[in-house]
């Protein structure tokens, strides 16, 4: 079967909700949100190619990401023999030549000892088996973020399955916007991600993973991606967070089609609480924005963030509304052609206050309406 061309841009800005992954950042961001957090290494990053150290053995890089992103960090750890690598950019020629660079330049000399990635999205896995196999070392990852990289990178046809479609209608998407998605195809995820490793290593909640002088405690989260993985050393008192914490945006919490009764958001807010038992002095490195303290601050903000947004969208629920009547209470910024993105999101939203028990759902003809329980 044909794949379509790469075209990273276009794959970042036009998923629609049934094609997984969604991007990272939600579009209910909080452009303030940083207030009460504190910045040790400043608010901006190290150019791409090269290093920053933030603690002794561990680095910081970025990589650049296209659109409003702009970039992801990944950390460079010492480790026995050699160095390990946490998450690996877009497979696109900008993050390539980035990496060839660190190799050529700051990491010259260095073995790569094995590969690390938090979660499934395309940003974070991109490269991990153009790495892999450069290097010949193993993947680490949880299995369920593993098992769907593998699963989205092998799905890739003409059309859009038909639970696509039923999903598009369900949400109340005119025909007009179901056409412009289908005509898009099925299987973007594939055409930023070199494949994905047939083997690897996993990382299970709870786990302490040694990497050189360090112990790292795998602390999983879920919402965002089924089983995205932190790295807590608590004794040098620092935590890989991925986009399980971010410091300046709020990570895209979204139904999708590989479960569309799913509570993604309540697996938000319970990984939210299960973060806030982790002590408030850690050195927070987050995927995208700037390493900070002030992690119990950030979990609070976000919590309350998706509080408030549940309870508008609890009163606009007074008369029957579908998913995409409900963009204006839950967003800020007007929804463009994020509509998938939008439309996980209000899902998401939708689904918690449903499953909580506020809200039911009716179905007429194939579109979901709720209002309030
Ligand atoms: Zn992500």
Redesign the pocket.
Known sequence: MPRRAPNPTRALSTRSAADA?AP?ASLADVPHSHRGLTYPFGRSGPEPGTLREIAPGISWSRLPVPGALNHINVWVLGDEGGIALVDTGLNIPPSRDAWDALFAGPLAGNTVMRVIVT?F?P??IGLAGWLTDRFGVRLWMSRGEWLFARMLTTDVREAPPAEAFAAWRAAGWTEEQISAAAAKGWGQFASVVSPVPVSHVRLQDGDTVRIGARGWQVVVGSG??PE?ACLVDFDGKLMIA??QVLPRIT??VSVNLSEPEADPLGEWLASIEKLKALPDDLLVLP?HGEPFTGLHVRLDALAQGHHGRLDALHAHLAEPRRAVDCFGVLFARAVGDHLGLATGEAMAHLRHLEIEGRAVRKVRDGVYWYRQA
């Open positions: 992954p990272d979660h999205h940003d974070h965002h991606s995205h991925g986009d990570s895209n995927a």
